[in-house]
């Protein structure tokens, strides 16, 4: 079997000091990004948006072949 990676997208989540919870999404992530280089993205939006960034999640599609 071979597995094909075909898209990655990431999820941050801020929430404000008045408990506003806010959700963005970034597609097309590169296929060899590390979870060094997410958490620096994080780390990055972080200081963008004056948020702490709450959580980071990594959605990878691959295509599973015979």
Same mark, same amino acid.
């Given at each position: 079997?071979?597995? $094909?990676?075909?898209? #990655? #997208?990431?999820?941050? $989540? $801020?929430? #404000?000091? +008045?408990? !506003? =919870? *806010?959700? *963005? $999404? %970034? !597609? !097309?992530? *590169?296929? +060899? &990004?590390?979870?060094?280089?997410?958490?620096? %993205?994080?780390?990055?939006? &972080?200081?963008?948006?004056?948020?702490? =960034?709450?959580?980071? !999640?990594? =959605? =990878?599609?691959?295509?599973?072949?015979?």
């Amino acid at each position: 079997m071979s597995t $094909t990676w075909i898209k #990655s #997208s990431l999820t941050s $989540t $801020t929430t #404000s000091q +008045d408990g !506003n =919870t *806010r959700k *963005r $999404t %970034f !597609n !097309n992530l *590169r296929s +060899d &990004a590390t979870a060094e280089n997410i958490a620096s %993205f994080g780390d990055v939006l &972080a200081t963008l948006t004056g948020l702490p =960034t709450e959580a980071i !999640n990594l =959605t =990878t599609v691959s295509s599973i072949s015979k």
